[in-house]
């Protein structure tokens, strides 16, 4: 496969839009403390969680989701192969992990990588909500429910729409290399579980 022009301005594109790290701008507009000073350092979802409560964690999903299913979208609807919209995909969650707006210290690329693999249809976006949602609920891990999520897509992907098993399986390794710390955590029982901020009693 030779890459064009096109996918390596995508690719380009990609990655800028990932550098936009939605939690610290949510928190900065929120008043609230810097995720990467605060809970876990995590510029993430489920670090705002933490730090903010449910309302300011789902704005920095929804945001970190559409960084990546816009540019994967877009994609998409020009017709590149499956490689390089996998290639496109991946860009924008090195985006997320290494933004170069803010000193290439970001996320673990979760919702970015989710986001992008969304548009593939709405069957397989619920599969991957769903998936991450029971692993949560059962073990409050949100890495482990991520971890889970990830390695299940391809196969989901396989059953789906298996034209796309080549860009899934890119991102899905992607989440998982990025979780290798977690993953040492969650063996030696270190990990924290999800909680949500709790309310100040007045």
Excluded at 13 to 19: E, I, K, P
Excluded at 72 to 79: E, N
Excluded at 82 to 105: E, N, Q, R
Excluded at 115 to 136: K, Q, R, S
Aim: proline share 4%; charged share 15%; with cysteine.
């Amino acid at each position: 496969m030779t890459i064009t022009v096109l996918t390596l301005v995508m690719m380009l594109t990609a990655y800028l839009a990932g550098s936009i790290s939605s939690a610290v701008l949510v928190c900065q507009m929120r008043g609230l403390p810097d995720p990467r000073t605060q809970g876990s350092g995590n510029p993430g979802a489920t670090n705002v969680l933490r730090i903010g409560g449910a309302s300011s964690a789902a704005m920095v999903l929804l945001f970190d989701m559409l960084k990546g299913a816009i540019p994967a979208y877009l994609a998409f609807r020009i017709g590149v192969d499956p490689v390089s919209l996998g290639l496109i995909a991946v860009s924008a969650c090195v985006g997320h992990i290494f933004p170069v707006f803010f000193k290439f210290k970001g996320g673990k690329g979760v919702a970015t990588a989710f986001g992008a693999m969304a548009p593939i249809g709405n069957d397989f976006a619920l599969a991957l909500i769903t998936t991450w949602i029971v692993m949560v609920l059962i073990s409050r891990y949100s890495s482990l429910a991520a971890i889970i999520t990830a390695m299940l897509a391809p196969a989901y992907t396989w059953y789906l729409d298996d034209r796309f098993i080549i860009p899934v399986s890119m991102l899905s390794a992607l989440i998982v290399i990025r979780h290798k710390d977690n993953i040492h955590r969650l063996l030696k029982g270190e990990e924290s579980k999800v909680s949500r901020k709790k309310k100040d009693k007045t």
